[in-house]
């Protein structure tokens, strides 16, 4: 019985063990080279895709083994966590999540590699060391690339994704003219917010404005700030208590965000 309870525990400790090398993670040797490359450098804020490509050799030069793995971090958008490498490279995509800024992308793989601790010289009495001569001045030498195996095991790259203020607002009316006979006395106004780039912005608050003579129109908002969503649009609403049987007229709206660089806009609605 005890030899039977004796194989059963060692046969646990060798499954045990071997399901732990199983989850160990195949990385390069400490010391190894790890170079990342961001390609494009920009992309827009919704939904914007880089390709970040890692290039590992290891200490004496010669990419690393298929399969090694790679782990890349982010402090903006969304970053696949591994890649493994083919003839020493991997590559994962960065994908912009709305977020406009500047993503600092990781790649890590092995670490530094641990210098080796020298031995105490044995001097004339044994274990003490022998005393160092006096110190002479040192050649002026050329600099030189880093030895093999000086490698950290890690590299950084930067992406820009979007940007990270508004410049420009695109306002529009749909329909642009309320008609008399019209069954619904409304006009869906959407405001576009960009930055330089073309790529619009979410989260920022848009002030919407009518001015119209008599005043019978009205916002949905009330003139609170309403938000734009990830595609950058702020939706608003006009209406219009103008009665049906009166002259034609206009009402101009506005939509302006708290950069007082960013040009107002404007859409001007006919009703009736």
């Known amino acids: ?5 004796r194989l059963a525990i060692g046969f646990l400790l060798l499954t045990a063990a071997h399901v732990a090398c199983q989850r160990g993670l195949f990385t390069a040797p400490p010391g190894s080279t790890l170079t990342l490359v961001a390609n494009p450098t920009f992309i827009p804020a919704n939904g914007g895709v880089s390709v970040i490509t890692a290039f590992v050799t290891e200490p004496a030069g010669t ?3 298929d399969g090694t793995i790679v782990q890349f971090f982010t402090t903006l958008g969304t970053i696949d966590r591994e890649g493994r490498t083919n003839d020493g490279v991997a590559r994962v995509n960065l994908v912009s999540d709305n977020r406009s800024g500047v993503a600092t992308v990781t790649g890590i793989s092995g670490g530094q590699a641990v210098a080796p601790v020298p031995s105490p010289t044995a001097g004339a009495f044994g274990l ?3 005393p160092s001569p006096s110190p002479s001045p040192s050649p002026i030498v050329s600099p030189s690339p880093p030895p093999p195996g000086s490698g950290t095991g890690s590299a950084t790259v930067m992406v820009t994704i ?3 203020a508004p410049t420009h607002i695109i306002l529009t009316a749909d329909p ?3 008609r008399s006979d019209a069954p619904q006395r409304v006009s869906r106004l959407v405001a576009n917010v960009l930055d330089a780039n073309g790529n619009p912005i979410a989260n920022v608050p848009v002030i919407f404005a009518v001015t119209a003579t008599p005043p019978t129109e009205t916002l949905a908002s009330g003139g ?3 938000f734009t969503d990830t ?6 609403q006009l209406q219009t208590s103008y009665p049906r049987d009166a002259d034609p007229k206009t009402a101009s709206v506005t939509a302006t965000v708290s950069n007082p660089s960013v040009p107002v806009a404007t859409v001007v609605v006919a009703i009736n």
């Open 63 to 65: 990419p690393v083994a």
């Open 1 to 5: 019985m005890k030899v039977f309870v």
């Open 176 to 178: 642009p003219q309320i």
């Open 224 to 226: 609170a700030p309403v």
């Open 231 to 236: 595609n950058g649009q702020a939706v608003d």
């Open 162 to 164: 979007g940007s990270v």
């Open 128 to 130: 003490f060391p022998s």
